[in-house]
């Protein structure tokens, strides 16, 4: 009897310690995920943190810099002479909703929408998730605004972005008349091989033209020459929004 109770003492000794280890084995489990979620919790944070106070510095520093220091060069934008063509579609309103197919990418001109942007609406800068549809923008063109257009490459992760985010920041939109708004491949076809960037305006209100310029890279210095020789006031209608 005596054999037994030892061999019953010895296996409950055992388990016991077989539980024991498997809990200590559970609790370092479980604090190594606790650790790799802590820093994945730290690491995003850091990432937004570093994000945003490099937006605020790019904001500040855009904000005591001119124009013409903001982007690139003019030198190294890499733009085309301002291309103009005859203008088309002065007050042609289409169905709202109904898609439009513009012959170039982007257009300078053309149908559009009746719906124009106004008030709070009009932004000097949209992205990809806020932008307005492109017939939308197509009538502001015809109310004087400068659209600068970005195609798929200039991303948030690029200067680019970065770039044209400053410039932007330079204008009230409503009183400038400046607009930031991407091209996307779904608006229609690309812009030519090696250009990222594309400026537009629709003068007017005698004589009216379709202006592009695409260029490689943002250029504050390329768009304050591109206004002051397309400025707001030469549109079909330079007094509406």
């Known amino acids: 009897m005596a054999k037994k109770n030892t061999r019953d003492h010895e296996r409950r000794a ?18 190594a995920i606790l650790g790799v979620c802590v820093l994945v919790v730290v690491g995003l944070l850091g990432v937004a943190v570093f994000t945003y106070v490099r937006s605020e510095r790019d904001k500040a520093a855009a904000a005591g810099a001119p124009l013409a220091d903001l982007g690139v060069s003019e030198a190294q934008a890499s733009c085309d002479a301002p291309a103009e063509a005859a203008a088309t579609g002065n ?38 998730d806020d932008r307005p549809e ?14 600068v257009w ?16 400053s410039i932007s920041d330079k204008f009230e939109a ?16 690309g812009f030519p091989e090696g250009k990222h960037v594309a400026l537009t305006h629709w003068t007017g209100p005698e004589d009216q033209l379709g202006v592009t310029q695409y ?15 397309y400025p707001a006031t030469s549109a079909p209608e330079p007094n509406a929004p």
Not at 134 to 147: A, C, I, Y
Not at 150 to 164: E, G, I, N, P, S
Request: hydrophobic share 30%; aromatic share 8%.
């Open 150 to 165: 970005y195609d798929d490459t200039v991303t948030k992760d690029t200067d680019a972005y970065r770039q044209l985010r």
């Open 91 to 128: 007050n042609e309103h289409l169905t709202i909703g109904q898609p439009i197919d513009y012959p170039d990418a982007p257009p300078a001109s053309g149908p559009h929408w009746g719906n124009f942007l106004q008030g709070s609406e009009i932004r000097s800068f949209y992205t990809v």
């Open 215 to 229: 260029c490689g890279a943002p250029s504050g210095a390329v768009l304050g020459k591109f206004m002051k020789t």
């Open 14 to 31: 055992v388990a016991e310690q077989l539980r024991k280890t498997q809990q200590r084995k559970e609790r370092m489990r479980s604090f």
């Open 174 to 189: 409503q009183s400038d008349k400046v607009i930031v708004a991407p091209w996307t491949a779904e608006d229609g076809g």
């Open 134 to 147: 492109k017939e939308r923008l197509v009538h502001s063109l015809e109310h004087g605004h400068t659209v």
